[in-house]
Nanobody
């Protein structure tokens, strides 16, 4: 499975971006998907996750109310809509999937829960 994260870029504080995570070789539709980010000089951290059926969603406190994760199974894509961006949101954003067993409504917030990772897309928020 190859994951492709896209949609990053440079935006001013208060602006919005939408990141996309697409898969080649396999469908995303059967797996939980997570977004993580790594800021310069910091460890990678959890951002958001969605269950296999899209019914369970969880966000990091730092993005709750500003970011929205969603999945479009028809397009085999998971999105991260990011609004009211702040300079502290600057990071490389990664999407990841868990292809091992999971129930339809389970979500996962730990890096070790995921076994496939995309290459990352850079989001830079200027003040």
């Amino acid at each position: 499975v190859q994951l492709q994260a896209s949609g990053g870029g440079l935006v001013q504080a208060g602006g919005s971006l939408r990141l996309s995570c697409a898969a080649s070789g396999r469908t995303l539709n059967f797996w939980p998907v997570g977004w993580f980010r790594q800021a310069p000089g910091k460890e990678r951290e959890f951002v958001a996750t969605v269950s296999r059926n899209g019914g369970s969603i969880y966000y990091a406190d730092s993005v709750k109310g500003r970011f929205t994760i969603s999945r479009d199974n028809a397009w085999n894509t998971v999105y991260l809509q990011m609004n009211v961006l702040k300079p502290e949101d600057t990071a490389v954003y990664y999407c990841a999937v868990r292809s091992t067993y999971s129930s339809v409504s389970s979500y996962y917030t730990q890096e070790d829960d995921y076994n496939y990772w995309g290459q990352g897309t850079l989001v830079t928020v200027s003040s």
